[in-house]
């Protein structure tokens, strides 16, 4: 069974390219195209998200879950079709779509310049500067859609097993290349890529279910599939949407069992500004990863610098309070109000200091656990704590951005040292987390040398083992016994010691903490 | 002397323009609504406005060609373009053929009016930043 999924920019170039395979191979080709139709009469907003690309709009929650929505819609659609043989589909890039599966050829099409441009002042009826502009538009727009659907870039030549520059190449020829290519056994069905292939669909499947029943469409899910058993994890602020988890999913073909589970912990990163491509997110989300915890973000500034005083705004969902049920919208099939919503009173355009992208990125990554605004004096913060959320940690971010250096410095140890007085959690600065929590280069070199030193004293016990019995229990040193007692309560706590951290470390290492 | 700013509004679905010709009242923009994208030209063609707003996927006619003969017929004209298909290509398509700005289903009446109100501007109206707050009934040319 072969599945080839071809990739371009140019939508002629790749429909041009899937027939022809498509001809040669006897099977059908699919397009990104009809799969969009699909969704969008099914009612998730893809065109929000596309326009939101083109207009650079900053990410929101909502954007996030609509996303989450068109990724498992088209996951379930390619894989559905592929299940029942042959398959050639064909998209803007769809190649990172079935990752994993090792019977799907991945296919970067490159389109000829010069025959680009004359398309598309045929098919646009354009004159050639603007037919360049356009395209040259489209490329930068494309390449950001990639990067916001899948986080990478649209070009990025490891995602692929075969590049076709159709500057050298006709399509012809590609498309007899690609069929030949279909047959090597590397592509191949086997046992264990039809099983990856039905894990990813099943999980899609579960994970469009969810995103739009009404229920469960504003919640934060991680599903996964494996041999029909899925695992649903939230987060613990949404338990009260666990329970629904099983009903909304009902039955499923290939689900045998449904396992809901939840995010065992929180961790809280208060900040005045956050920004989903510094190293802390990196680590915050890393440490998150580690612990099976969500993330729940909080905004908090001093009432002079802020925009609200003493207020709370909580965009959390599940049982954080202060949620409207239109922040969630379901996806409506049949639309009555002709894709007209209501006006509403929130502000789209609110400064926010990276909270909402870096909750995007979070409900990307399966971590959010909600996220608020806060302003007033540090016990706002105290206030703002959810008393139901069961926090492990406390990572103190940027703070005070108007003070000097100095200043900021001592007024974030102040609240560091204020949190540790009043909540009963561990609190901790965001400079300090890779050096406590996560391994580094700095524990690399205290594992070697830890190692180096219980090394020397085991070394040096059994390469003198005579002389260390002698010392211990000899006649010389009959008269010293006290020595040896001294030297025995040194030397087993610095080699239990030494061994211990190095051990630890190296577990840590591979996450078994 | 006030003059009214004149908005065409073309979309096959009639809950559109009865949903989005009230909206756009409060920022005092006369609105006519079409559903028939051939009667919408012949409108066009009698009259002339500031602002047209059209669907693009309509049964007998593309929005991308209502696009197009607007503006042959009058380039000052701001062509404002909906749909709930919206794709990257098509936005793209939109925009190098002259429409103003693309706008894509769901949206909110004050999404349009920020951006009918943007195009009013452009065309030296004078329209309040807030539209949605916005008193005045009528646009007021600059020049």
């Known amino acids: 069974m072969a599945v080839v999924i071809i990739s371009s920019a140019d939508e002629q170039t790749r429909r041009e390219l899937a027939k022809n395979l498509a001809r040669k191979l006897g099977c059908e080709s699919m397009s990104r195209e009809q799969i969009l139709d699909a969704a969008t009469d099914t009612g998730i907003a893809v065109g929000k998200l596309e326009v939101a690309v083109l207009k650079r709009l900053a990410p929101r929650e909502r954007l996030a879950r609509d996303k989450a929505r068109y990724l498992a819609f088209v996951t379930e659609s390619v894989c559905e079709r592929a299940s029942k043989g042959d398959l050639v589909y064909h998209g803007r890039n769809c190649h990172l779509l079935l990752q994993g599966i090792s019977h799907v050829i991945r296919v970067c099409v490159v389109p000829e310049p010069e025959r680009r441009i004359n398309n598309v002042m045929a098919r646009l009826r354009l004159d050639r500067d603007k037919a360049i502009e356009y395209i040259s538009n489209l490329d930068s727009d494309l390449d950001n859609w990639s990067h916001f659907i899948h986080g990478v870039g649209l070009t990025d030549p490891q995602h692929f097993d075969l590049v076709f520059n159709l500057q050298n190449i006709s399509i012809e020829s590609a498309g007899a290349a690609l069929c030949s290519m279909a047959q090597l056994s590397d592509f191949q069905t086997t046992p264990a890529s039809i099983r990856a292939m039905k894990n990813l669909w099943l999980a899609a499947k579960v994970r469009h279910k969810l995103g739009t029943h009404e229920l469960t469409a504003g919640a934060d899910l991680r599903v996964s599939a494996q041999d029909g058993r899925v695992t649903i994890s939230y987060m613990p602020g949404q338990s009260k949407i666990a329970a629904a988890i099983p009903d909304v999913v009902g039955v499923i073909d290939g689900a045998q069992e449904i396992v809901c589970t939840m995010a065992t912990t929180n961790i809280l990163w208060i900040a005045e500004s956050f920004d989903p491509s510094s190293s802390l997110f990196t680590e915050v989300a890393d440490l998150a990863g580690r612990w099976g915890a969500a993330v729940e973000l909080l905004r908090w500034f001093t009432p002079q610098e802020g925009e609200i005083e003493g207020g709370e705004t909580w965009l959390a969902v599940g049982s954080s309070p202060g949620i409207s049920p239109s922040a969630h919208p379901v996806p409506k099939a049949m639309d009555p109000t002709g894709g007209i919503e209501d006006d509403t009173e929130e502000s789209e355009d609110v400064p926010d200091n990276g909270l909402a992208a870096t909750a995007e990125r979070l409900i990307a990554a399966g971590r959010f656990g909600g996220a608020g605004m806060v302003a007033g004096q540090m016990e706002t913060i105290v206030t703002a704590l959810k008393s139901d959320h069961r926090y492990s940690l406390v990572v103190i971010g940027e703070m005070f951005l108007s003070r000097t250096a100095l200043l900021r410095t001592r007024l974030t140890r102040d609240i560091t040292s204020f949190l540790k007085e009043k909540v009963n959690i561990p609190v901790i600065i965001g400079d300090e987390l890779q050096e406590r929590f996560l391994p580094g280069k700095r524990h690399l070199l205290r594992i070697a040398a830890s190692l180096l030193g219980t090394a020397i004293i085991f070394g040096l016990v059994f390469t003198h083992q005579e002389q260390v019995l002698d010392f211990l229990a000899g006649p010389a040193w009959i008269n010293w016994r006290i020595l040896a007692v001294l030297g025995i309560a040194i030397v087993v706590p610095l080699a239990a010691y030494l061994y211990g951290g190095a051990t630890g470390l190296i577990l840590k290492l591979m996450k078994f903490e | ?143």
Not at chain 2, 18 to 46: M, N, W, Y
Not at chain 2, 96 to 108: H, L, N, Q, R, T
Not at chain 2, 115 to 130: F, H, M, Q, S, T
């Open chain 2, 1 to 143: 002397m006030k003059q009214q700013i004149r908005l065409l509004l073309l979309d096959d679905e009639p809950i559109v323009g009865k949903r989005l010709a009230p909206a756009l009242a409060k920022i005092g923009v006369e609105t006519e609504s079409f559903t028939d994208p051939e009667a919408a030209l012949q409108q066009i063609g009698e009259k002339d406005f500031d602002i047209v707003v059209t669907d693009i996927r309509m049964d007998k006619m593309d929005g991308l060609e209502v696009l197009r003969r607007v503006l042959q017929k009058s380039p000052r004209t701001k062509v404002i373009v909906i749909t709930g298909y919206a794709t990257l290509e098509i936005a793209r398509e939109a925009l190098a053929k002259g429409a103003f700005d693309f706008i894509a289903k769901p949206f909110k009446p004050n999404d349009l009016r920020n951006i009918v109100a943007r195009a009013a501007r452009a065309l030296g109206y004078k329209v309040k930043e807030n539209p949605v707050d916005s008193s005045s009934a009528h646009g007021d040319p600059e020049t």
